[in-house]
């Protein structure tokens, strides 16, 4: 079966960091871009980064420019954002998906961010 | 950035009746490559998102053909022969032609009348 399943959320306070992770399985991983999406608690879809099937090409939206860094381990099969100087802007699920015919197959799950103080 | 607007927002639709979801771009969607990168976004009550149709008219495995998307430029709809009420959920639609960002619509909430 086609799996992503995301894990590293929690509670945070502002400013400080999580770093999120995201484990592949029952496709060919390395030959897929990946993104982060992520959804604000009763809120819409919003497209977080995007990483290209070796981790050279990495792009982000203006929001987290600067603070999230995405990667990837092909050995390992996972993708990684890490998630500084976090906001309370951030709080939301982010979930990973791949990139099989665009962006959208597959899709995980979701881990849940709360940056609260 | 690509703004994607949606309507309407909420769909009352009675069950065993068609219904129809319009999603317009601020852009055109046509990519230089001829491909028009425009996807749907199905997210029950408590669930992940899953994407129905991609670029414009491809349904994704498993997804019933009552399921149907068609536009062009910067018109696009998805539409539901027969509503069931398992389709009860927000929809979005989605363009990766014009990235980044990839940007999404508000999404339509689908009810049962």
């Known amino acids: 079966d086609v799996l992503l399943v995301e894990s590293g959320g929690g509670l945070v306070q502002p400013g400080g960091s999580l770093r999120l992770s995201c484990a592949a399985s029952g496709f060919t991983f390395s030959s897929s871009a990946m993104h982060w999406v992520r959804q604000a608690p009763g809120k819409g879809l919003e497209w977080v980064s995007r990483?290209?099937?070796?981790?050279?090409?990495?792009h982000y939206a203006d929001p987290v420019k600067g603070r999230f860094t995405i990667s990837r381990d092909n050995a390992k099969n996972t993708l990684y954002l890490q998630m500084n100087s976090l906001r309370v802007e951030d709080t939301a699920v982010y979930y990973c998906?791949?990139?099989?015919?665009?962006?959208?197959?597959?899709w995980g799950q979701g881990t849940l961010v709360i940056v609260s103080s | 950035d690509v703004v994607m607007t949606q309507s309407p927002l909420s769909l009352p639709v009675t069950l065993g009746q068609p219904a129809s979801i319009s999603c317009t771009s601020s852009?055109?969607?046509?990519?230089?490559?001829?491909?028009?990168?425009l996807n749907w976004f199905q997210q029950r009550p408590g669930q992940s998102p899953r994407r129905l149709i991609f670029q414009v008219s491809n349904r994704d495995s498993g997804v019933p053909d009552r399921f149907s998307g068609s536009g062009s430029g910067t018109h696009f709809t998805l539409s539901i022969s027969r509503v069931e009420a398992e389709d009860v959920a927000v929809y979005f639609c989605m363009q990766g032609t014009r990235w980044p960002p990839y940007t999404f619509g508000q999404g339509t909430k689908l009810e049962i009348k």
């Open positions: 852009q055109s969607l046509v990519h230089s490559n001829g491909n028009t990168y």
């Open positions: 998906a791949g990139d099989r015919g665009g962006l959208g197959d597959p």
């Open positions: 990483i290209g099937d070796t981790g050279t090409q990495r």
